[in-house]
């Protein structure tokens, strides 16, 4: 034995068993007889002893320790009185060699029997040798420190830096760092048993009576449950065993058969009376870790055992693991100590997939595999699927069979692993301390706490996958005592109406640890509201919780500084009412940890047990969870508990136990931690198996196509097939696996459920008024994530239609997402983000669309009135997209799934699943016209912040187009950064998006630009005209920027083409010169022509025309090298090719008509700024002119003079003509 530090060594004979007689245990048994034949089979003689139950003598705990004593004398003699054997060397009776053999300074007792070293490394040998056979030796190391103790060979030799295991011809086991030596070191403790080269088994900690005890339990006691014959003397583990091995090699062993032998209720009788035992014969602290052990090692089979057709490894597991927590003393001590602590206890609600389908089973349970098939085609809706063969019915119809027959296995493993989170979840076990419920509150909330926050220890962190099942299990226990909370008080909701009340979030009974809140941080609420707190709710902030946060508690007293450092801030619980002062003696340091509780209890003597009126405050400190009680958690009397605070607007009758509250808060959070995350993943799947799908029919395609005589293309094409075929029976197989334990209609079902719960719970902390800032922001992402998940992840097998409400659950959705995009009392910007993304996204949907349409008109206008906010100061991409998808399927050439551009350089597109079909909303856009019609400011300001974003959206995308083309020319770099190609099809987008939003505006509401009496209209029209000019100009002109970097087809900018910028620029101009009335035509041409940017040549590209055609001539047909909407027949119409053709033609002739009408003009009248045109504006008071598109440009930021700075308070028209006095403007 090596030793580094100090140690002792004692053989088996220096030890007895002790008992103190004065001071007896309390067995629990109350018969004397049922005792005394307990533990004479328990503690039962040797064969030859005599054994009639005459003969005996009744045994009790007074003279246990001499019948044990006997039976220790006993199996000495029996010992010694074998001598000598073969394969051993040495004396009977084994010492220690104190003559030679060690190294280093150590004192070794009188006896020879123990050794202290004290020296650096000290080694010591017995007196026996061993060379052949299986041998073992015992030892009770009775200190601490790094211990090494195994076999050596005759020839090592040791010194104070290599002792046993350090030498080729040694091999020792180091308990200290639990790893085994023999030069290099491994680790050991995982395996079932130790290896059998050596047999070396020996006790790490503990007192010998701890051994004892259990070897005599486990291996006399297991025949009398088991009821078969005695195992053979080989058989039986010698009396002092190693810890581990002891718990995981005999007690699982025999727990696993009393599991496997008997019925469930039997089985769960027998580890309940086994248990009874253990802590009836054993010390508190032997049996905790008793437990520990054997939760770990049930922990560790579960997850590591193999996956086999039936299940029966995992389901065997799971129902002793159910046997055991259903004995209340040991769920506590585990629920308490062992579960969250020391275990990553989720893994036993997890149901791990098989790494081969032949582990399984799977294909004995789904021998007929079958996949769908999606249309992918352009133009046709992802349900129209053609019609199945005959063949693939039935192949269907098999696998639906096989895939029902797994989805069956594996609800035995779930429902088993709901058993086990109601036993956690039970709240009637509190006769002899806290119930199990408010046990697992407190550790469930830690759980959450380091795993949103990331700074637990990284192997207690839960992985994603284990998270999606451990919320499955969690939602049907809570709902089993949801409804049976219910079935006793009638008053109470039933879990179908579950939500979270308002209050929860701000009386700070319940830790949000740092997690962002609506209105931002929780310091900061407390601040700015703590009058709408005292109002509304009734509750005051202690002013010392509102200045520092490195205050503790006032009532807690010398708290140690580590737990200072870990306990939160932010929780809050009630202290008391307010009216009468906190007495002095409440924080007396003789009341310790007591002080909370006390002080609870004498504010409720001095104040009468009633409910708190309108007019009393309630005042709020901190309080961590670890401190909670039932109290503070369910309430009592005057006492609300969680429901401190409630509002006027929230009923008084009960929803349900609150601690139920709680645990359905926590649900929701994790679902937001990383569950949706995981469900998102595991959507890769169904990806795979269309991916293969879609490969095997072009590879049976291209076999029916190929000509006989190339075999060597078909070997190679059947080949393919065999690989796609083989590749897809696997995936079909595992797709139902993943079916059947993540995207099951009872799974579909529990995030619906939580989905409606949140919706409620927004609605009702929607009505606080300000105090729905302090809801957690993962509220509303769970909301928007769960209906996200729905609609995407669980599809083809369910449909979200199918599911109870789902139309109502839509409006509900829709009217938060209206209303909520804009709120202002949300502050965060990622939430406001995620709100107008899902608004985004739900109005592309038409289910979703007409749920936007049925909230009520109010919501709807008030949503479109913040969609029409002026642009500047804000996120308005977001909200412009919105815009854009309202109209989409309504402007010109805008009814496309999918860019034609793409679809003609990109052919291999055509196969991929097309995109949602256009579905604007004609109520919105009505909506949109009235509110633009509203008042005299609306319109102006938005479309000139529209005007605007263009300008730079356009112009970043010039000057980018520019840098890319210079970097694509230089010889020394020939590559283009992929973060700036992102960002230059995102300006392009921009741009594309807000013309549309332009062309939606003009052909709702045309008098906007057109009717000239109002005041900004010709303003607005010489800025679109303008704009729409440098468009066409930049896009239209020969071997220009723009062309060269489109037929580059740089990766990144695939969406960069003539065909969407160019047909909104179209659409505008179609509805200014075409569809306008006489009047309105007539000024938008006069505008346009104006322009000095104007270009006729950039109109007559649209066509495909370098030049103008003479008047009265048909158009020639297109050049194909050129660009030119004719081309594009399959998604502009020929009525839209005749109003361009008809633009053109008006053009064309005004343009001759303005050529010909205009006249020179001199220098002095022209504009002094532009000097494109001529003066027609003069400014008052000061008297200086320019032309009306310069100075309404200019007065859109600036009120003074362009010359003499003087404050410009009205602008009058000028005409030549009228003032042939009037000096030069420029004077």
Not at 812 to 831: E, M, N, P, Q, S
Request: hydrophobic share 40%; aromatic share 8%; proline share 6%.
């Amino acid at each position: 034995m090596a030793s580094k530090g100090s140690s002792m060594s004692f053989s088996r004979k220096s030890y007895r068993l002790t008992s103190d007689a004065e001071k007896s245990r309390v067995t629990g048994i109350v018969q004397e007889k049922l005792l005394n034949d307990y533990l004479h089979r328990i503690f039962s003689s040797p064969e030859h002893a005599p054994t009639a139950a005459t003969s005996r003598k009744p045994l009790n705990f007074q003279n246990l320790p001499e019948h044990l004593d006997q039976l220790l004398h006993v199996d000495n003699e029996d010992e010694e009185s074998q001598g000598q054997v073969e394969g051993r060397l040495g004396p009977s009776t084994v010492v220690l060699d104190h003559t030679g053999g060690f190294e280093g300074l150590l004192l070794v007792d009188d006896d020879l029997l123990g050794v202290i070293g004290h020296s650096n490394f000290g080694t010591i040998r017995s007196t026996t040798c061993v060379y052949k056979g299986k041998w073992v030796y015992e030892v009770l190391i009775s200190s601490q420190g790094l211990m090494q103790i195994g076999w050596c060979t005759i020839n090592c030799r040791f010194n104070q830096e290599e002792g046993v295991g350090d030498t080729h011809n040694s091999y020792a086991y180091d308990g200290n760092r639990v790893r085994k030596w023999n030069v290099t070191t491994t680790n050991y403790g995982k395996e079932g048993r130790l290896v059998e080269k050596d047999s070396c088994e020996w006790q790490l900690q503990g007192q010998p009576t701890v051994l004892l005890t259990l070897a005599h339990i486990f291996h006399r006691f297991a025949p009398l449950l088991s009821r078969g014959r005695r195992p053979p003397p080989h058989q039986c583990l010698p009396l002092v065993q190693r810890k581990v091995y002891l718990v995981e090699a005999v007690l699982m062993s025999f727990l696993r058969g009393v599991v496997e032998a008997g019925t469930p209720a039997q089985a769960q009788s027998m580890v309940r009376q086994i248990l009874d035992l253990l802590w009836l014969f054993m010390e508190d602290y032997e049996v905790q870790d008793c437990l520990k052990q054997l939760m770990m090692s049930l922990l560790r089979l579960y997850r590591f055992s193999p996956i086999v057709p039936d299940l029966s490894l995992q389901i065997h597991y799971l129902r002793l693991t159910i046997a055991i927590l259903r004995h209340e003393k040991s769920r506590k001590f585990l629920l308490s100590n062992v579960l969250f602590d020391v275990l990553r206890s989720v893994v036993f609600f997890y149901i791990k997939s098989p790494l081969r389908v032949e582990e399984a089973g799977l294909q004995e349970l789904i021998p007929t595999t079958w996949w769908p098939h999606r249309s992918s085609r352009e133009g046709k809706d992802s349900k129209d699927v053609k019609d199945e063969t005959a063949e693939e019915h039935r192949r269907r119809r098999a696998y639906e069979r096989g895939c029902q027959r797994l989805k069956k296995r594996i609800e035995v493993v779930e429902e088993l692993q709901v058993q086990i989170l109601k036993l956690l979840l039970n709240n009637k076990d509190d006769n002899g301390g806290e119930a199990s419920r408010y046990i697992f509150l407190t550790k469930f909330r830690k759980f959450l706490q380091e795993n949103a926050s990331g700074r637990g220890n990284m192997p207690m962190l839960c992985p994603p996958e284990y998270m999606v099942c451990f919320l499955h299990r969690l939602i049907s226990a809570l709902r089993y005592y949801w409804d049976e909370y219910k079935a006793s008080n009638p008053r109470a909701s039933f879990s179908e109406e579950a939500y979270i009340p308002p209050q929860v979030f701000y009386n700070g009974k319940v830790d949000y640890f740092d997690l962002q809140r609506l209105g931002g941080l929780l310091s900061h609420l407390r601040k700015t509201l703590k009058d709408d707190l005292a109002s509304k709710a009734n509750i005051l902030i202690d002013p010392l919780e509102l200045q520092a946060a490195t205050m503790d508690d006032l009532d807690e007293d010398e708290e140690p500084a580590p737990a200072a450092a870990q306990r939160p801030m932010q929780a809050l619980a009630m202290g008391g009412v307010l009216p009468l002062p906190r007495p002095s003696w409440l924080s007396s340091p003789t009341l310790g940890r007591a002080n909370r509780f006390l002080s609870t209890a004498a504010v409720s003597l001095m104040t009468p047990r009633r409910p708190l009126t309108t007019s009393e405050k309630v005042k709020v400190r901190t309080l961590s969870a670890e401190q909670r009680t039932r109290e503070d958690i369910e309430g009592s009397h005057w006492n609300e508990g969680l429901l401190l605070g409630r509002p006027p607007e929230e009923p008084e009758q009960p929803l349900t136990e609150n601690s139920l509250l709680e645990v359905l808060d926590g649900a929701v959070m994790m679902y937001n931690l990383s569950v949706h995350q995981q469900l998102g993943k595991m959507v890769g799947v169904s990806d795979d198996v269309n991916e293969y799908a879609v490969a095997l029919r072009d590879t049976e395609d291209k076999l029916r196509r190929c000509p006989k005589r190339r075999k060597d293309i078909l070997a190679e094409l059947t080949k393919s097939q065999k690989v796609f075929s083989e590749k897809l029976d696997h995936l079909s197989r595992r797709l139902a696996w993943v079916h059947a334990t993540v995207y099951s209609q009872e799974k579909m079902l529990d995030i619906y459920w939580l989905l409606r719960v949140c919706l409620r719970t927004v609605e009702h902390g929607d009505r606080t008024g300000s105090l729905f800032a302090f809801m957690p922001e993962f509220y509303l992402s769970v909301a928007i994530n769960s209906y996200s998940a729905l609609k995407n992840y669980f599809g083809p097998v369910h449909s979200m239609e199918e599911l109870p409400g789902y139309e109502e659950t839509l409006t509900r959705l829709a009217a938060i997402l209206a209303k909520h995009f804009a709120d202002t009392r949300i502050v965060g910007t990622d939430i406001r983000d995620s709100l107008m993304q899902a608004l985004a996204s739900y109005v592309c949907y038409p289910h979703s669309l007409r749920a936007v349409e049925r909230i009520p008109e109010e919501q709807r206008i008030a949503m479109v009135r913040s969609l029409l906010a002026p642009y500047e100061q804000r996120p308005w991409a977001q909200t412009n997209w919105i815009l854009v998808r309202l109209w989409r399927g309504c402007g010109f050439g805008y009814r496309y799934t999918r860019l034609p551009h793409l679809l003609k350089t990109k052919p291999e597109d055509a196969n991929l699943p097309s995109l949602q079909k256009p579905c604007p909303s004609t109520l919105l856009q009505q909506h949109m016209a009235d509110l633009l019609r509203e008042g005299p400011d609306v319109a102006p300001s938005f479309l000139n912040s529209v005007l605007n974003q263009l300008n730079w959206a356009f112009s970043e995308f010039i000057g980018m187009i520019q840098e890319i083309q210079q970097a694509a020319e230089r010889l020394e770099r020939n590559f283009v950064d992929s973060r700036q190609l992102k960002v230059c099809a995102t300006c392009f987008d921009l741009s594309v998006s807000l013309l549309r939003v332009l062309e939606m505006t003009i052909t709702l509401v045309p008098e906007i630009f057109l009717d000239w009496a109002r005041p900004t209209s010709e303003m607005l029209l010489r800025r679109l005209a303008q704009l729409l000019n440098q468009v066409l100009n930049r896009v239209t002109a020969e071997r220009n920027l723009f062309d060269r970097v489109v037929t580059l087809r740089l990766p990144g900018l695939e969406s960069v083409d003539h065909y969407p910028i160019l047909v909104a620029v179209t659409g505008i101009l179609v509805r200014l010169l075409v569809h306008g009335p006489a009047s309105g035509t007539e000024r938008a041409t006069s505008v346009l022509l104006a322009d000095p940017c104007f270009q006729l040549r950039s109109i007559c590209y649209l066509l495909g025309q370098p030049e103008p055609p003479a008047p009265g001539t048909v158009l020639p047909a297109p050049d194909r090298k050129r660009f030119s909407l004719q081309s594009y027949t399959d998604y502009i119409s020929v009525e839209e090719l005749a109003q361009v053709e008809q633009m053109l033609a008006h053009l064309t002739s005004a343009s001759a008509q303005a050529a010909a009408a205009s006249l020179p003009t001199s220098e002095e009248d022209l504009c002094p700024i532009c000097y494109a045109h001529p003066i027609s504006a003069v400014f008052q008071p000061c008297g200086h002119k320019s032309c009306k598109a310069c100075i309404n440009q200019h007065l859109m930021n600036n009120k003074d003079c362009f010359f003499c700075k003087a404050t410009i308070v009205s602008v009058e028209d000028w005409e030549k003509a009228a003032s042939t006095s009037t000096t030069s403007s420029a004077a």
